[in-house]
């Protein structure tokens, strides 16, 4: 039963992964941020409740922080170097 919980953690966070992902590729701005905070609450949420192990955990940090860095300035306002 205890697998089954954690089979389903890890296809709700690659659906929540999947789903900002497309939100940035359709550039849906907006979107991709909303996205990415869901999936980062979902990430503590399974952690706290134990359904991830350590590495899993370890490993999508590391990918969500590379994708705040990578979306630090995705929006909609214009960023002029001037």
């Known amino acids: 039963m ?3 919980k954690q089979r389903k953690a890890r296809k709700a966070l690659d659906e929540a992964w999947r789903k900002m992902e497309m939100s ?3 550039n849906y701005k907006d979107m991709a941020q909303d996205d990415l905070r869901d999936f980062e609450a979902l990430l ?3 952690q706290s409740e134990g359904l991830l192990s350590p590495e899993e955990y370890e ?3 590391y990918r969500l922080a590379d994708k705040k ?3 630090k300035n995705y ?3 214009q960023h ?3």
């Open 2 to 4: 205890f697998g089954s």
């Open 24 to 26: 940035c590729e359709n």
């Open 44 to 46: 503590e949420q399974y």
């Open 59 to 61: 490993s999508r940090s």
């Open 69 to 71: 860095i990578e979306l």
């Open 75 to 77: 929006d909609h306002k």
């Open 80 to 82: 002029i170097g001037w």
